[in-house]
């Protein structure tokens, strides 16, 4: 290293060292912790004969007693059954919201400001918001339907309905993506509109065979953040049905929330986790590997 | 460092108790003059762990039936023909279930505009059900869990029998338009659901939000002049011990509760926590802080004064049912918080009509059990690993 | 990708088409109005779903308690949209009601973002200078780890984070567990995402003006704080509401990290206050959300025209 590399070298370690003293506080060591406790029995309270509280190591027992857990199981059904409703359905309506709002039409900016304006609520005002909307007898949805003579289901009360209901109000809240859609869109070169127009395609060739394989990097990035932010949803369904009724609605990390936190058993909540952290690489690498038939680049 | 005082509601105490992180008190108590006399057994009882005390206890609550008098005295003629007598509660659940019916009122949709008994209005102690049919949920002897005992089947068998006769979306209908607790819309004081299993603080709530209830003769100020027997028929409710199932054998039953002092294990200043436990410990302390929140005494003395002053007119019916032989707290498995997850889920399960008590309460064994063996396993593990185990397979 | 802040500013807010009108393979005029008016129809039903629970929400909030949960029985009520009486007392009941310490609540999840705002914006910079502006060797590296981690779930950490901070509670001075210090102290190291957009922004910025400053005898840390932070102000305005309405939204957090009710934010303190109360006061609760969105959305409105331009000139997006 020359002189002046040196000097940048320091200069530059002092200038992330912030971001690299957090990352090693905050993310290195508690992920290499978390490994650990994994393979222990950590209660936090439980305490030893000198009075303290430690991590016990105990192999693979955590991992042995996951894999026969019918609650495991349960949530990680849930949870997938989850992102497989709102996952496909938020991107469908968010690609089309933008795709509306793209068009140049007047009163633009207030349609977009309405779609927008949703995503800011936070998320337990929406909760209550959406508790309110379903309830069984005196929600909104169920008044509607009363007026043209349906009885309306319980909702987030039933079984059968409060995944659904949960993966339909995740719509409420598309307006992010939206957002970064249209940007996407206005990054599409007009003359490619112009050439397909002269070539003879119709509008919705022009859809499949401009708009979304040009919007596709976009398409991918988004995909990718909200199918790591599905698969550990939590503040909705823990705040609005508590995991309910009969746990149609218990997800992963719900689960791994009050293993931890409620039954005190750190060591296998940090199983759980390593799980989780293992699931979500591993779908995002699939879905990085299937992005080379799908995702086109501009310019490459 | 731990606090030299912690809080805790009963429920919890085992689970830490269990975890060898709380500090056991005999000595200390011993030293203050506290022991088992001290206390009305159930309040003691529920403080002890395998032998040894570790906690007091600072509120006390005890459930009872708790129905509105007005309603069902209104419908006295009825009663009487079904030969029941209005002017006192019931005896027995099957009389409670003929009291239900009667002060059911439904519309021609089958919609409930009043609920004579609800098990999940407001249902918070429907695990308990089984203490009210003489089952038992878990033998700390044998570390067993009992919810196949016939008794606990047939307490849950009770539990369904509402659902199946009202009605499962006329109940969720019911509950999703009811009043919040604490608001005057709540069922019980509102009046639309006539009989509740419930706790002493109702004295409160009720002379809060429906003040009238409470003045049904005369404004609460004057009260005080009437005999101490004609208290009660001031007030548009009562209260009294809920019935069991079969009371010829049965008296008194009651879930008690309580919130709990405790001293956490590597605390610094033992004694001098022990000291404030201690003067909380004392009659006239214990009782003046009880006399607020409303709620009986845990002390096995109690003077006349607490009674006669007390803001809950049946606050005597309380003080007899947390003397009762047949008060019993909690259970004390060490994993309580896990298994009472498992149990709400069969209690859903039944209330909600997906299985029949039988089966649920069969898969409740096979997850409690499975749920209490993971938890031996990995304590036989730490004690292998470590030798800090705190609790050994039976 | 870098963009110019008018294109980006149509892409929220539509104030100008950039669509050359010119060139245009011109079709039947009805069909394209027929089209037109079919994006309207679309869009006016989709706001009309998106708008719907604001409005369900701000009615129910001015309802009075027997109108939203009747003692009656009654079988069906009628939609009512105009409340009748119309109660704004129950804003008033939310603010002082003793359940519900609104007051405290808002002290302290303010407490906590401007603590985390000013930390997270701050330090974020500094670190986002670094990785734009100083070329050494291992940035390369250094930077991919970082956007690496925003990959990492908050739940793998959750725990151990958690005993990490008793930790240091029980071998230090310094008390974490139940005191706000676990939910701003790690914002004053930055966060990916931040440093992220801001090194974008830094990346617009041309070389010579350091180098100018440079010549002039200025030091490394001189330029950024008298150069590039005052032309950074839009990015970081971004960068701090962003930090901001995380804090105002973040319930696992709080849920985690405190224990006592008077150290409650508001999200976790309209939660507790919702279960606890079985079936709920719905009036209330929902003058309550009310009050917790408004801040959130009048914040966006004031400052929309700083945060298009700031996530225009940090080519956030994909």
Same mark, same amino acid.
């Given at each position: 290293m020359s002189s002046r590399e040196r000097q940048n070298f320091v200069k530059g370690l002092l200038f992330v060292s912030p971001w690299l003293i957090g990352f090693l506080v905050f993310t290195l060591v508690p992920v290499g912790l978390s490994l650990y406790y994994s393979f222990c029995d950590f209660s936090l309270i439980e305490r030893d004969t000198a009075g303290k509280t430690q991590a016990i190591w105990v192999g693979t027992e955590n991992y042995r007693q996951l894999f026969q857990d019918r609650e495991f199981y349960r949530t990680l059904k849930n949870t997938g059954l989850y992102a497989i409703l709102s996952l496909p359905a938020g991107m469908l309506v968010s690609i089309g919201l933008a795709l509306m709002l793209n068009a140049p039409i007047r009163g633009q900016a207030i349609y977009r400001t309405i779609i927008f304006l949703p995503s800011l609520v936070p998320v337990v005002a929406s909760a209550m918001v959406w508790m309110w909307l379903f309830n069984a007898r005196l929600g909104f949805f169920n008044q509607l339907l009363a007026t043209i003579g349906i009885d309306g289901p319980a909702w987030i009360g039933d079984k059968k309905w409060a995944l659904p209901a949960l993966a339909m109000m995740s719509l409420w809240g598309v307006g992010n993506t939206v957002v970064i859609y249209l940007a996407g869109l206005q990054d599409i070169p007009r003359d490619l509109y112009e050439a397909a127009e002269i070539d003879g395609a119709g509008a919705i060739r022009r859809l499949f065979n401009v708009t979304l394989p040009m919007l596709s990097p976009v398409i991918f990035f988004n995909l990718i953040m909200a199918l790591i932010g599905t698969l550990q949803v939590f503040a909705l369904p823990f705040i609005m049905t508590g995991g309910g009724p009969e746990r149609s609605t218990y997800m992963y990390t719900q689960y791994l929330y009050e293993k931890a936190f409620a039954y005190l058993q750190m060591g296998y909540a940090s199983a759980m986790a390593w799980v989780q952290l293992l699931i979500i690489l591993g779908l995002t690498a699939f879905a990085f590997w299937t992005s080379k038939r799908w995702v086109h680049y501009q310019g490459r | 460092m731990p606090p030299d005082i912690a809080g805790l509601w009963q429920r919890d105490l085992v689970a830490f108790a269990s975890r060898n992180a709380l500090l056991p008190l005999d000595e200390l108590a011993a030293e203050h003059g506290i022991g088992q006399s001290t206390y009305k057994p159930a309040?003691?009882?529920?403080?002890?762990?395998?032998?040894?005390?570790?906690?007091?206890?600072?509120?006390?609550?005890?459930?009872?039936?708790?129905?509105?008098?007005?309603?069902?005295?209104?419908?006295?003629?009825?009663?009487?023909?079904?030969?029941?007598?209005?002017?006192?509660?019931?005896?027995?659940?099957?009389?409670?279930?003929?009291?239900?019916?009667?002060?059911?009122?439904?519309?021609?949709?089958?919609?409930?505009?009043?609920?004579?008994?609800?098990?999940?209005?407001?249902?918070?102690?429907?695990?308990?059900?089984?203490?009210?049919?003489?089952?038992?949920?878990?033998?700390?002897?044998?570390?067993?869990?009992?919810?196949?005992?016939?008794?606990?089947?047939?307490?849950?068998?009770?539990?369904?029998?509402?659902?199946?006769?009202?009605?499962?979306?006329?109940?969720?209908?019911?509950?999703?338009?009811?009043?919040?607790?604490?608001?005057?819309?709540?069922?019980?004081?509102?009046?639309?659901?006539?009989?509740?299993?419930?706790?002493?603080?109702?004295?409160?709530?009720?002379?809060?939000?429906?003040?009238?209830?409470?003045?049904?003769?005369?404004?609460?100020?004057?009260?005080?002049?009437?005999?101490?027997?004609?208290?009660?028929?001031?007030?548009?409710?009562?209260?009294? @011990?809920? #019935?069991?199932?079969?009371?010829?054998? +049965?008296?008194? $039953? !009651?879930?008690? &509760?309580?919130?709990?002092? %405790?001293?956490?294990?590597?605390? @610094?200043? #033992?004694?001098?926590?022990?000291?404030? +436990?201690?003067? $909380? !410990?004392?009659? &006239?302390?214990?009782?003046? %802080?009880?006399?607020?929140?409303?709620?009986?005494?845990?002390?096995?003395?109690?003077?006349?004064?607490?009674?006669?002053?007390?803001?809950?007119?049946?606050?005597?019916?309380?003080?007899?049912?947390?003397?009762?032989?047949?008060?019993?707290?909690?259970?004390?498995?060490?994993?309580?918080?896990?298994?009472?997850?498992?149990?709400?889920?069969?209690?859903?399960?039944?209330?909600?009509?997906?299985?029949?008590?039988?089966?649920?309460?069969?898969?409740?064994?096979?997850?409690?059990?499975?749920?209490?063996?993971?938890?031996?396993k990995r304590q036989a593990l730490r004690q292998v690993h470590a030798g800090t185990a705190s609790e050994s397979a039976p | 990708m870098k963009r110019s802040p008018p294109e980006l500013d149509y892409a929220i807010r539509g104030t100008k088409s950039p669509l050359p009108q010119r060139g245009q393979v011109v079709s039947n005029r009805a069909r394209k109005s027929l089209n037109r008016l079919s994006v309207h129809l679309g869009l006016l039903l989709c706001c009309l779903g998106f708008g719907l629970p604001f409005a369900w929400m701000l009615s129910t909030s001015l309802k009075t308690l027997d109108a939203v949960s009747p003692t009656d029985g009654a079988a069906s009520h009628s939609i009512q949209f105009i409340p009748d009486p119309v109660v704004w007392q129950n804003y008033a009941n939310v603010v002082t009601n003793e359940k519900l310490d609104f007051p405290l609540y808002t002290r302290n999840t303010l407490i906590i973002a401007v603590l985390a705002v000013i930390g997270n914006t701050l330090s974020s910079a500094v670190v986002a200078y670094g990785f734009a502006k100083i070329k050494f060797k291992g940035r390369g590296v250094l930077f991919s780890i970082m956007l690496a981690t925003m990959m990492i779930p908050f739940p793998v950490v959750m725990v151990s984070i958690f005993t990490l901070f008793r930790f240091i509670g029980d071998y230090t001075p310094l008390q974490m567990l139940g005191t706000f210090r676990p939910l701003w102290l790690p914002a004053w190291f930055g966060s990916a995402f931040s440093i992220f957009l801001l090194r974008q922004f830094f990346l617009t910025l041309p070389d010579d003006l350091s180098e100018a400053a440079r010549i002039d005898g200025c030091s490394e840390l001189g330029i950024f704080v008298r150069v590039m932070l005052p032309l950074a102000r839009p990015a970081l305005a971004v960068v701090a509401l962003f930090t901001f309405m995380g804090v105002w939204n973040d319930f696992l957090g709080p849920l985690v990290y405190l224990q006592r009710p008077e150290q409650y934010t508001l999200a976790l303190g309209l939660q507790v206050f919702q279960s606890a109360h079985g079936g709920t006061q719905w009036n209330m609760l929902m003058a309550a959300s009310v009050l917790v969105i408004v801040p959130v959305i009048l914040l966006f409105f004031l400052t929309q025209r700083t945060f298009i331009q700031g996530i225009a000139t940090t080519g956030m997006k994909g």
């Open positions: - | 309040f003691w009882e529920m403080c002890n762990y395998k032998g040894k005390l570790y906690g007091v206890v600072s509120t006390p609550a005890t459930m009872g039936l708790h129905y509105n008098r007005r309603s069902v005295l209104e419908l006295g003629e009825k009663f009487q023909a079904a030969g029941l007598d209005p002017t006192r509660a019931p005896k027995s659940i099957a009389e409670l279930d003929q009291w239900a019916k009667l002060l059911d009122i439904r519309d021609d949709r089958g919609a409930i505009r009043r609920a004579g008994y609800l098990p999940k209005e407001p249902g918070w102690y429907i695990s308990f059900t089984p203490f009210w049919f003489g089952g038992q949920l878990w033998n700390p002897e044998t570390a067993e869990f009992h919810f196949t005992d016939p008794n606990t089947i047939r307490a849950f068998e009770w539990i369904q029998s509402y659902p199946k006769r009202l009605g499962k979306a006329a109940l969720s209908d019911f509950s999703s338009a009811a009043g919040g607790f604490g608001t005057p819309n709540s069922p019980f004081i509102a009046g639309t659901c006539s009989m509740v299993l419930q706790g002493p603080w109702m004295g409160n709530y009720m002379y809060q939000l429906r003040p009238a209830s409470c003045e049904w003769v005369v404004p609460r100020g004057v009260e005080m002049f009437l005999p101490r027997t004609a208290r009660a028929f001031n007030y548009e409710w009562a209260a009294e @011990a809920m #019935p069991a199932d079969d009371p010829t054998s +049965l008296t008194d $039953v !009651t879930f008690a &509760d309580a919130d709990v002092l %405790l001293i956490p294990r590597g605390a @610094a200043h #033992p004694k001098e926590a022990f000291e404030f +436990l201690a003067f $909380v !410990t004392r009659q &006239d302390v214990m009782e003046r %802080l009880n006399s607020m929140h409303c709620k009986p005494s845990p002390l096995a003395k109690v003077s006349d004064d607490f009674i006669r002053k007390h803001p809950n007119p049946y606050i005597s019916v309380h003080e007899r049912m947390a003397f009762s032989p047949n008060a019993r707290p909690q259970i004390k498995s060490p994993m309580q918080a896990e298994i009472a997850a498992e149990y709400e889920l069969a209690i859903d399960e039944i209330y909600l009509l997906s299985k029949t008590p039988r089966q649920s309460m069969t898969d409740l064994q096979k997850r409690a059990r499975a749920k209490y063996d993971a938890h031996l | -």
